[in-house]
């Protein structure tokens, strides 16, 4: 669901798009669109944090976790993914699942298949930990945003359709323009992370209001010479500069979590596919990072050195994902974790 095949959204707007007058975007990008009687959806983020000697453990776990998602979980998209070092300096495979009935996901957690491989491995003082963040996303407060319109990842695997080009990218503010409760909403952030149960290995948790939720990616499998090469030689490197300034120092940018994830193959090897997953406190703090801040700002320029060399023949594929969440109804789930993994990094003291 998006604001309309343009990309444009119809009536008075009370906040005005930041869009240029005339606007002509420099390159194409284009949007997923969903059932229309669809009002919301759910993604949810399910890892077990490890150190090195757990690894065969984790990978295991997460990948009967993957399977049983998309099998008695009835999950419309399931991908698996791994991360080399979180904010806790630990590893992490990570299952991120996409329900387009949430009524479905939440018959799946009631379940006795979840609920046993879970609680399997969240006895206390296990060595590894399990984390679920569960984020239900009103499609209003939501976009998604392509370079090719046939690039199937993420919850655009359960889209029904595609934009046309749209003219809502490429300039500051364009993220919060394709939104289409920004209209009428500034998102404004209040409140905190409220602890809503803790044991001495358990917290269950829920996010502050107007939380900012970013997946943004980029996908080189199958990319081969010239075109590769420059991108790992110069993009790439500042993109890692940037995720890590995010999951070490992001305080100073309001950004409570962030990690640097590949996807993997069924072995549990990392692919050429690599994305960020990050929250912000509020969508003004991840515009803010991204418009005026030195690491992004960075990771902007060498990405327009390097895409126009290709234009339309560029075989690198590039995507995003983005939702601003009520607090009410996410919620997230920590056992045995390291201090500050995840959301648990919006804790005060």
Not at 78 to 86: G, K, N, Y
Not at 169 to 182: L, N, Q, T, V
């Amino acid at each position: 669901m998006s604001p309309n095949k343009s990309g444009k959204d119809d009536g008075a707007r009370r906040y005005p798009l930041r869009m240029p007058p005339g606007w002509t975007p420099p390159y194409p990008s284009f949007m997923s669109e969903f059932d229309a009687s669809r009002h919301s959806a759910s993604m949810v983020v399910m890892g077990c944090q490890f150190e090195e000697g757990d690894r065969a453990t984790a990978f295991e776990f997460l990948s009967r976790m993957a399977a049983l998602a998309g099998t008695e979980g009835k999950a419309d998209h399931v991908d698996l993914s791994f991360c080399e070092a979180d904010s806790a300096g630990r590893a992490q495979f990570v299952v991120t699942g996409y329900w387009l009935k949430p009524e479905v996901l939440e018959q799946f957690f009631e379940g006795a298949a979840f609920k046993t491989l879970w609680q399997r491995h969240a006895a206390e003082a296990l060595p590894y930990g399990l984390f679920r963040e569960v984020f239900n996303v009103p499609l209003k407060r939501f976009e998604t945003l392509h370079s090719d319109p046939t690039h199937l990842v993420g919850v655009a695997n359960a889209r029904i359709d595609v934009t046309q080009p749209i003219d809502r990218h490429a300039y500051w503010g364009s993220m919060r323009d394709r939104i289409p409760s920004s209209a009428d909403d500034a998102f404004a952030p209040s409140g905190s992370v409220e602890i809503l149960e803790q044991s001495a290995h358990r917290i269950l948790l829920r996010p502050n209001e107007n939380l900012a939720v970013i997946r943004s990616g980029q996908d080189l499998g199958g990319v081969v010479g010239q075109e590769r090469d420059e991108y790992y030689g110069e993009v790439e490197p500042v993109l890692n500069a940037g995720m890590a300034f995010l999951r070490d120092q992001g305080a100073e940018v309001n950004c409570l979590d962030c990690r640097y994830m590949a996807f993997v193959d069924d072995g549990g090897e990392k692919t050429d596919h690599t994305f960020g997953l990050a929250y912000f406190r509020s969508l003004s703090d991840l515009e803010n990072w991204s418009e005026h801040h030195p690491t992004h700002l960075a990771i902007f320029n060498a990405f327009l050195e390097f895409a126009p060399r290709y234009g339309p023949a560029m075989k690198s594929r590039y995507w995003h994902e983005v939702s601003v969440l009520p607090a009410q109804s996410q919620i997230a789930e920590y056992v045995n974790c390291a201090p500050g993994t995840g959301l648990l990094s919006g804790l005060k003291g």
